[in-house]
């Protein structure tokens, strides 16, 4: 425990880009246009990697996450000595054994027998090695019927599987995974992960790449997330893989956000003159639009999270306010304040009004905020249009905003519906499961849903009494 | 300091060098009848050709430094398929082996290496054919006994070119087209099909200046002259021999970390 495994001070990698590519492959032109030395000269340079530094201690479980191009792989290519850093040091201590491609290497025309020693070999193991492993190897890949055919008759889970069982009987000090456990069939991949814990128990070090954020919040001690080369974020697995799931989101909230500007200011021009006072209610086809008399109008509508910052992203168990800014031209005493929540396929999700909830109208004068806070969303994963209005009490709209404003939920169960009540599951009898060991964001914002086992119907009541609160001034 | 490294590291890949070899050995013939008797039926087939082409079609006149004309022919074409055939593998190995070399920490010189120890193995395994034959016609006299000297030049020689020339075929890739003309013309600039002492002029010249005849002319004396007294020319070329692997050990360690990339 006292000397880190891997340690990385410092590390870049730049790869070079030749814009003459095409030309260059060809010795010929390369000499005949005399371009040789230009076309040698990189124009072009690419940094996957920009000054990480990190340690992994011996004997845990270290992820990388990361998007796309974020330099994941080329990470563990370092890692593995198949490529040299351009800068930094690098220092891995112990056997390695990267699971990047399984089966590299693997000749088609001999038997699997030879290739299982072969491979064992190229992967550091001594002949000795080999023999004393090879019925396990054969065993852990269930392969005993076929290993003496030719590897090329082998189907290409069969190819995986035996790729996997002897790089993983290489019995590396540390593992390095790239994605490779989306091979072979649930069994057999339920039997990898068997492995993999138990290397963890054995105090092995293992360095895992993955999309799979509930894998490496299950499986790591620590992550790390690269983000265009760089460490954006390092610690506790879920510190960051909730940051990455933030960030991620926050991708889409610019998108969102963008949409949200353009539209309100398309419709708010283009439906400028009032038209046809539609009812509130859903009449016809769900349509976005503004229209209305404008004696009251909504200026702004912005969506706000529990600590006041704009945002149009937000998971299940947040509070989302919506907030309108209203001005009257004129004093005006009779008007009703409501939002409504559509999904993507305009179903109704949830509407209200000042009215509904019997407020009595005063006065509405000058400018004013309106807020309506949702305190606990429970929708499910999607994304809402809102519906904003002020209108008499026999519903002539004032300023009526029709689907302008989206918002996205954001969730890692993938439940259905249009609502998602608080809820538990509980088994009794002959049945048996195996309980996930994280419950993604269930237990990050909704406890309730695992402890509360009575007071789910309370809940629910209080969330439509409790959002009532519409304040006016 | 870089070719004390390189052949370290060789030497530490040993193992895995000796077992690839042998899969080459194995995979080559698989499936087919004759199977491993094709690393002697090729040769055969080879001298019959020649045999019938210099022989028949084009008759010479009768040179006695070359009678039996198959025999000393024999003598050298064996070692020159060995060189012949290691180069025109070697341009190739790299890019077949690319998912090695991109996906699992591989020495990539390895490759080459074990293409030319393929070869060689061959040569070897040819050569009882040859000594079979020189027994036919009471030949074999005791200077064969020195074959492992031209052997290992040649050795040094090959790997060093193959070194080079894999290493540069990743980079440009038309090198492998070239290189079948560049071999075929070194093998007419070689005294295979002809007697190195009969030559004069600059196709003497050209033929002292060429590594390979060195070695051809021991070959054929100490097989089928059975003398040798060709001891600066052999020395000669592994001096060549020798810069040649550290020229190749240089480029292969210069362009390594570009290997992963390119292939």
Redesign the interface.
């Known amino acids: 425990m006292t000397t880190p495994a891997v340690v990385a001070r410092d590390v870049a990698k730049v790869y070079r880009r030749f814009m003459h590519r095409n030309q260059f492959k060809t010795l010929k032109s390369a000499l005949l246009t005399g371009s040789v030395i230009r076309d040698l000269t990189p124009d072009q340079t690419f940094t996957a990697l920009d000054g990480v530094s990190f340690e992994v201690p011996k004997g845990t479980t270290f992820g990388v996450i990361g998007e796309n191009g974020s330099g994941k792989s080329t990470m563990l290519k370092l890692l593995a000595g198949i490529t040299k850093p351009t800068r930094g040091d690098l220092r891995v201590d112990g056997r390695v054994s990267a699971l990047i491609e399984l089966g590299a290497g693997f000749h088609p025309e001999i038997s699997g027998r030879e290739n299982v020693a072969i491979n064992g070999i190229m992967l550091g193991l001594s002949r000795r090695e080999v023999q004393e492993r090879f019925a396990d190897i054969v065993a852990f890949a269930e392969m005993e019927r076929f290993i003496d055919a030719p590897v090329k008759t082998y189907s290409s889970g069969m190819y995986a599987r035996l790729g996997f069982a002897v790089a993983i009987h290489v019995d590396p000090d540390v593992l390095l995974i790239d994605e490779v456990l989306a091979v072979g069939d649930e069994a057999f991949t339920r039997k990898c992960l068997d492995k993999i814990g138990e290397f963890r128990r054995r105090g092995k070090t293992i360095l895992l790449v993955t999309h799979s954020l509930g894998l490496a919040e299950k499986m790591c001690d620590e992550v790390l997330w690269l983000r265009q080369g760089k460490i954006a974020d390092e610690g506790d697995p879920k510190r960051v893989i909730d940051a990455y799931l933030t960030y991620v989101a926050g991708g889409e909230e610019t998108l969102l956000a963008r949409e949200h500007g353009l539209s309100a200011g398309a419709s708010a021009e283009e439906a400028a003159p009032a038209r046809a006072p539609g009812d509130p209610a859903l009449a016809g086809g769900y349509r976005e639009g503004r229209w209305g008399s404008r004696e009251i109008e909504i200026t702004s509508v912005r969506l706000l999270d529990d600590r006041g910052h704009e945002r149009h992203v937000y998971v299940p168990g947040e509070s989302l306010t919506i907030s309108l800014a209203v001005t009257a031209r004129a004093p005006v005493d009779d008007f009703v304040f409501g939002v409504g929540v559509f999904n993507a396929d305009g179903v109704a999700v949830y509407g209200t009004n000042t009215h509904i909830e019997e407020f009595k109208p005063g006065l509405v004068e000058g400018t004013g905020e309106v807020a309506l806070v949702l305190e606990d969303l429970r929708l499910v994963e999607g994304t809402y249009l809102l519906d904003v209005a002020a209108h008499r009490r026999d519903g002539t709209p004032y300023d009526y905003h029709r689907g302008l404003y989206t918002f996205r939920m954001k969730s890692r169960i993938k439940d259905v519906g249009v609502y998602r009540p608080p809820h538990h599951w509980s088994f009794s009898g002959g049945i048996s499961l195996t309980v996930p060991e994280v419950r993604p964001e269930l237990d990050l914002h909704e406890t309730e849903g695992e402890i509360g086992q009575t007071d789910g119907n309370g809940d629910g009541d209080g969330n439509e009494n409790g959002n009532g609160g519409v304040s006016t001034s | 300091m870089r070719v004390a490294t390189q052949v370290r590291t060789l030497f530490r890949y040993r193992?895995?060098i000796q077992?690839?070899v042998g899969?080459e050995l194995?995979?080559r013939y698989?499936?087919s009848i004759l199977g491993f008797f094709w690393s002697f039926v090729n040769p055969l087939l080879q001298l019959l050709t020649y045999g019938l082409v210099f022989g028949v079609i084009l008759p010479r006149g009768k040179d006695p430094q070359m009678e039996p004309y198959l025999l000393f022919f024999f003598c050298g074409i064996l070692p020159w398929t060995w060189f012949n055939s290691s180069l025109l593998e070697a341009s190739g190995v790299l890019i077949a082996?690319g998912?090695?070399?991109?996906?699992?920490?591989?020495p990539a010189e390895v490759l080459p290496v074990v293409t030319v120890l393929t070869n060689l193995a061959h040569f070897l395994l040819g050569l009882p054919i040859l000594i079979l034959c020189l027994i036919l016609y009471g030949r074999l006299a005791p200077s064969a006994l020195l074959l492992p000297l031209p052997i290992l030049v040649q050795l040094i020689l090959t790997v060093g070119l193959a070194l080079i020339i894999s290493a540069l075929t990743v980079h440009?890739?038309?090198?492998q087209n070239?290189l079948g003309h560049l071999v075929h013309l070194w093998f007419f600039a070689s005294p295979v099909l002809y007697y190195y002492g009969a030559r004069t002029g600059k196709a003497r010249l050209l033929l002292r200046l060429n590594p390979m005849s060195h070695l051809l002319v021991s070959y054929q004396q100490m097989l089928f002259e059975g003398y040798f007294d060709h001891w600066r020319g052999l020395f000669a070329t592994l001096v060549v021999a020798a810069l040649a692997f550290a020229l190749g050990a240089f480029l292969f360690d210069r362009l390594r970390?570009t290997l992963?990339?390119e292939v």
């Open positions: 193992l895995l077992s690839l899969r194995k995979a698989r499936g082996g998912s090695l070399i991109k996906k699992v920490m591989f440009f890739r038309d090198l070239i970390d992963a990339e």
